[in-house]
């Protein structure tokens, strides 16, 4: 058996608690591999999110993106279908579809891979430097859509919806 060596790109490993940490829209982001470690290949994020978090309606045109739930539930809706996600469930989302996902359990814990790489280069966008690994403080406003949706496009991210509702995504399709 044979490998082939990618001079670019060396082995990552990272324990828990290790890579850059963000406050990412309501979340913790933690970044275990960035683009720039794997050469663009992927971006891995480990996330700690309260329930209601989730991601606007939108299609990714450049990317797509694999959940790997590790606590919790969430709800995905992709391309008109709702599926309920409990810890140990996976989710593919190809580019090109309308996707989006809610938090359902009081907080969730997941694994997000999108390929190619540069997810980070999006939340770095939006976030800040977490001031500890904890969910954030809960934001007083809502977040701005017209940044949001400014910052998607930039990263070949098109927003169609408005950010998550309060209600369960199990029981309303987003129009």
Known sequence: MSTQA????????????????????????TVKASSEATA???TATEFLAPCGHGSPLHIRNDHDQSFYV???ELTFWLDGEITAAPAGSYVYGPRGIPFRFTVSSEQARFLLVTEPGSFEEFMRALAEPALEHAIPPAATEPPDIARLSAAAADYGIEILGPPVPATDDRKSVPS
Do not use: C, D, K, N
Request: net charge negative; no cysteine.
């Open 40 to 42: 663009g290949r992927v």
């Open 6 to 29: 990618h001079p670019s790109v060396t082995s990552i490993v990272m324990q828990p608690g290790a890579g850059e940490a963000l406050w990412f829209l309501g979340a913790l982001a």
């Open 70 to 72: 590790l606590e919790g």
